[in-house]
């Protein structure tokens, strides 16, 4: 079946620190893959995505590679800031079947200045 | 542009009272979903509707029933509820026919059960 992995949290940095958020998944054929973040109080917002082979998503300074061989689609940022503060979801979409999202547990991460 | 707009923000129930959550889309999405969170942040599929006139379960639909009024509106109703039901509830839709796509969602309903 399909499942999303995500490295356990809670994630703890300073600002301007370097983040990785690993993912991993198990999918037949070729899913979309998404990153969602939700902040306190809110809904979930989509972050970035890919839908195929080494598709590189990127917004506001996150980017994630869909990396095929490795089935993975890590989430990185180079400098966090404290708004960055949130628990961010990976999550795939299959292209078959039902083609309902398949979340990941979610990772909170808190940046401290 | 609203998106997926939720009604009520907040609940608060006694065990046993019933009520609904409502839940309405302006992009003319096909499907719509419901989810509830719980503390340990994931989420876990109530019931969907891939279109409308269709609804199914999911992961966890004991308790709950559904409604898919229309092409807008998906409610999520609580029978008499439960203390085990206290939860964030988020409504979301997508486009079936575009699979490359993602989901948007509602800014939830924060549901306590005395």
């Known amino acids: 079946g399909n499942s999303v992995t995500q490295m356990e949290g809670p994630v703890t940095l300073s600002e301007e620190a370097f983040l990785t958020i690993n993912c991993t998944y198990t999918?037949?054929?070729?899913?979309?893959l998404f990153w969602y973040v939700q902040y306190p109080g809110e809904g979930l917002q989509l972050l970035l995505k890919?839908?195929?082979?080494?598709d590189k998503g990127s917004n506001k300074g996150f980017e994630a590679t869909y990396r095929k061989e490795t089935t993975s689609f890590h989430l990185e940022k180079g400098s966090v800031q404290v708004s960055d503060s949130a628990v961010y979801f990976c999550?795939?979409?299959?292209?078959?079947?039902?083609?309902?999202?398949?979340f990941g547990q979610g990772t909170r991460l808190t940046i401290n200045p | 542009n609203a998106g997926v707009t939720q009604t009520p923000k907040f609940q608060v129930l006694k065990t046993g009272q019933s009520m609904t959550l409502q839940c309405a889309q302006d992009m003319n999405h096909n499907s719509m979903y419901w989810y509830r969170q719980d503390p340990g942040m994931g989420l876990r599929l109530i019931y969907y509707?891939?279109?409308?006139?269709?609804?199914d379960k999911g992961e966890v639909p004991n308790g709950y029933n559904v409604s898919r009024l229309n092409k807008r509106e998906f409610s999520l109703r609580l029978e008499s509820a439960a203390p085990s039901q206290t939860s964030v509830y988020f409504c979301?839709?997508?486009?079936?026919?575009?699979?490359?796509?993602?989901?948007?969602f509602g800014s939830g309903t924060r549901l306590t059960v005395v």
């Open positions: 999550a795939l979409r299959p292209i078959q079947g039902a083609q309902k999202l398949v």
């Open positions: 999918a037949t054929g070729y899913p979309s």
């Open positions: 979301a839709s997508s486009q079936m026919t575009d699979p490359l796509g993602g989901y948007t």
């Open positions: 509707s891939a279109s409308e006139g269709t609804t």
């Open positions: 890919a839908t195929k082979a080494d």
